[in-house]
């Protein structure tokens, strides 16, 4: 199974998704974010996009790295990974159901104004500005296809400690 963690930046996909991870048994998390660094060290480079997400290879390469880590290792898998794009959703989503690997599909949500916070005081990655930029195109995703496809989770007001909780106890229960 794969607890994929969506969200725009700043909602706290990755310390969630590392609390996730101890609070589900035989569970490993798998930043999908890797492959695109990987397909950004080809030499030379692949033509720029503006974002790796829009290269064709990455998205089922997503699908297959998780594919083979659960044929190998079985369990689950906690992805954290923002994905806007409702076409790059039903890809990476439909190739998990071809390979019959269930998802389940949690949004980490904040309101704007929070996330804008976090994002401008993050003390480990400090304020970025294409953090920033993806604020609206979240907005726009979350009103339009987005939230109607997983099971949001308004942090807002809530620690990642606690987000963790709930969607452990969701998937387990």
């Known amino acids: 199974m794969i607890v994929w963690l969506n969200g725009t930046h700043g ?3 990755t310390t969630t998704s590392a609390l996730v991870r101890q609070l589900i048994p ?3 998390e798998f930043d999908a974010e890797k492959v695109g660094e990987t397909l950004m060290d080809i030499k030379p480079a692949l033509p ?3 974002n790796f997400q829009h290269w064709p ?3 089922p390469l997503v699908v297959e790295t998780a594919r083979h880590v659960l044929d190998y290792a079985g369990g689950t898998l906690v992805m954290p990974m923002t994905v806007l794009v409702e076409q790059y959703w039903r890809e990476i ?3 998990l159901a071809g390979h019959g ?3 389940r599909h949690f949004v980490l949500h904040a309101d704007q104004d929070t996330l ?3 994002i401008e005081g993050d003390t480990v990655l400090g304020p970025s500005s294409f953090r920033l930029s993806h604020l609206d195109l979240y907005a726009e ?3 339009t296809w987005l939230h109607s496809e997983a099971e949001v989770i308004d942090t807002t007001h809530l620690t990642p400690a606690e987000a963790a909780l709930r969607i452990a106890e969701t998937v387990k229960g």
């Open 11 to 13: 909602a706290g996909k």
């Open 26 to 28: 035989d569970s490993r």
């Open 48 to 50: 720029w996009t503006g």
């Open 57 to 59: 290879p990455w998205r």
């Open 93 to 95: 989503s439909a190739g």
């Open 101 to 103: 690997i269930p998802v």
């Open 116 to 118: 804008r916070r976090r």
């Open 141 to 143: 995703a979350a009103r």
